[in-house]
């Protein structure tokens, strides 16, 4: 089955406390993304890639990191939390670079930063 | 910043009626895409509308897009229960970088 995958989908930690959430398509897409979704403020795009070793910044890349070693892998890193980064993420991928077609969500994962 | 920005915020209506929903936005785009998006759950994209077209059907779906206007409107045909979610409209300036979403619209449908 064509899908994105992360994990994990719930996550509670502290400030300070490096993290990794996993993104991984099976769809042979070039083109990956990471948005984070508040109450009010809908979706935000942090960071892009539109293929292996080329990433970009999104409108909120503050506090993140990202890297594209493999096409079908696109973790979001946050070296040193805060609860401001509280949110819920997704991760999201498409067949071109940019936003030519349609996206293709994950399922999403809720952080909860104290 | 946001570019899209639907109207209304929420809507509550009977099963079986229409569902209408608008979006407007500020700069040129490539295309305007619709998501649907269950409580907490990742979005499914709806349907796309490029730039040069004006009205796309799929389904119960019917989107218009207005660029002399800057707006967009979702209508949603004899609606179910199951159409009950939040709808966000999301814009594509045709870069390299991603969609810029709205706020949403949260349907109730009341059966």
């Known amino acids: 089955e064509a899908q994105v995958t992360q994990n994990p989908r719930y996550l509670i930690t502290v400030t300070g406390k490096k993290l990794t959430v996993t993104c991984s398509q099976n769809m042979n897409h070039e083109y990956m993304s990471w948005y984070r979704q508040d109450p009010g403020l809908g979706l935000r795009q942090i960071y892009y890639?539109?293929?292996?070793?080329?990433?970009d910044k999104g409108d909120v890349p503050e506090g993140y990191k990202v890297s594209r070693k493999e096409k079908r892998n696109f973790p979001l890193i946050l070296e040193s939390p805060s609860p401001n980064q509280t949110s819920l993420y997704f991760c999201?991928?498409?067949?071109?670079?940019?936003?030519?077609?349609?996206?293709?969500f994950g399922p999403g994962t809720r952080l909860t930063v104290l | 910043s946001q570019q899209g920005e639907e109207d209304p915020q929420a809507l509550s209506i009977q099963e079986g009626e229409n569902a209408t929903m608008n979006c407007s936005y500020k700069?040129?785009?490539?295309?305007l895409q619709w998501y649907r998006q269950n409580s907490g759950r990742g979005l499914v994209h709806l349907i796309l509308i490029r730039s040069n077209e004006r009205e796309k059907h799929s389904g119960r779906l019917r989107v218009t897009l207005d660029t002399s206007k800057k707006s967009s409107s979702l209508l949603i045909t004899a609606s179910r229960a199951a159409d009950t979610a939040s709808y966000f409209c999301a814009t594509a300036g045709g870069g390299a970088d991603g969609l810029t979403f709205g706020k949403g619209t949260h349907l109730i449908i009341q059966p």
């Open positions: 999201a991928s498409s067949p071109l670079a940019g936003a030519y077609n349609e996206q293709f």
């Open positions: 700069t040129s785009i490539n295309n």
């Open positions: 890639s539109m293929n292996v070793e080329v990433t």
